[in-house]
């Protein structure tokens, strides 16, 4: 009996433990990591920790099945390097560029509409894992790419196989 008792205090130690590290607060990053480019203007906005965080989280669980570390899986010319996004037309290198991508893709030449082949929040018949995003989620994720660079160097790039 009293082992028992002993192993269900170990067991709600252990919960309570888990309940507190996974409400844990967001990442800490530095504001220059933070602050990324707002439009085409060249303008800035500095992102929260949490809005960072959030961001790559969405970014994780949605969009690295096909840009696990911003590489394209799908197309290995193109990635979501800044150099990559920055050539495109229109250049989709600064959030509001990124943030209507991710609701009306379009091809790297802008030419094409892939809103039946790319996930997009315009089309949750076709993406249904997306359909329940805010604004606050697009934007998040937007600005995650954006950072990400900055967090790390291998973002982008080419995919080897």
């Not at 096909?66 to 390097?81: D, E, F, M, R």
């Not at 990559?84 to 893709?105: F, I, M, S, T, W």
């Not at 509409?113 to 937007?142: C, G, M, Q, W």
Request: aromatic share 10%; hydrophobic share 35%.
């Amino acid at each position: 009996m009293v082992k028992r008792f002993i192993w269900v205090v170990i067991a709600t130690v252990f919960f309570v433990f888990q309940f507190h590290v996974s409400g844990a607060s967001a990442l800490e990053f530095d504001e220059a990591t933070r602050t990324i480019t707002l439009n085409e203007a060249g303008e800035t906005v500095t992102l929260s920790s949490k809005e960072v965080t959030e961001g790559q989280r969405l970014f994780n669980s949605t969009c690295t099945k096909c840009h696990l570390q911003g590489k394209t899986k799908t197309n290995n010319n193109v990635s979501l390097g800044l150099d990559d996004l920055a050539g495109a037309e229109p250049p989709r290198d600064n959030l509001l560029a990124l943030v209507d991508y991710l609701k009306h893709p379009t091809s790297y030449d802008g030419e094409t509409d892939l809103s039946e082949e790319h996930p997009n929040v315009s089309r949750p018949d076709l993406y249904p894992e997306l359909k329940n995003f805010t604004e606050d989620d697009i934007y998040n994720i937007a600005g995650y790419m954006l950072v990400a660079p900055k967090l790390d160097p291998r973002w982008g790039g080419t995919i080897y196989f």
